[in-house]
């Protein structure tokens, strides 16, 4: 069960709302729904995706095991790319999932740009799949948010 609180001080108004079940299992095909058009970074109150990542501060050695892996390589783009679009390219904050073109020219595969990832676990919790294997990464290290 995931719970999500909200509170209003303006209003004294407190929302609680309660999901059954995992939250990978609440995504819909991407037949079933619409694209979303985003608004362009304005770097004021929103920022591309790679300045994000730098103002993390998060820190990965070139030569720590990967904390990244896949269960089963085919999965992403026969199931997840298939079926919903790619979900792994959207949800993550840091953009360390892509799907690029195979050498061959004849499909695509998924990439995992590890060294953008900043620990935040969306990937482990939304993969329909649950075909991505995080682990902690060597160290422990995480977000180091300067000024905060």
């Known amino acids: 069960m995931s ?5 209003n001080n303006e209003s004294s108004q ?11 299992t609440k995504l819909k095909p991407a037949s079933e729904c619409k694209p979303i058009e985003y608004p362009k970074p304005d770097d004021k109150v929103s920022f591309d ?23 089963n390589d085919d999965v992403p783009v026969a199931n997840n790319l298939t079926n919903y679009d790619g979900p792994e390219q959207r949800f993550c904050p840091a953009g360390v999932y892509e799907f690029v073109d195979l ?32 682990v902690c990464p060597q160290g422990g290290q995480g977000p180091a948010y300067n000024g905060m």
């Open 3 to 7: 719970v999500g609180v909200t509170l």
């Open 14 to 24: 407190i929302s609680i709302c309660y999901y059954q079940g995992a939250d990978y």
């Open 49 to 71: 995706i790679l300045t994000s990542v730098a103002l993390t501060g998060t820190n990965h050695n070139h030569d720590q095991p990967a904390h990244l892996t896949l269960l």
């Open 103 to 134: 050498e061959s020219g004849d499909g695509k595969r998924l990439q995992i740009n590890a060294q953008n990832c900043i620990h935040c676990k969306t990937c482990d919790i939304k993969d329909p799949s649950q075909n991505i294997n995080w």
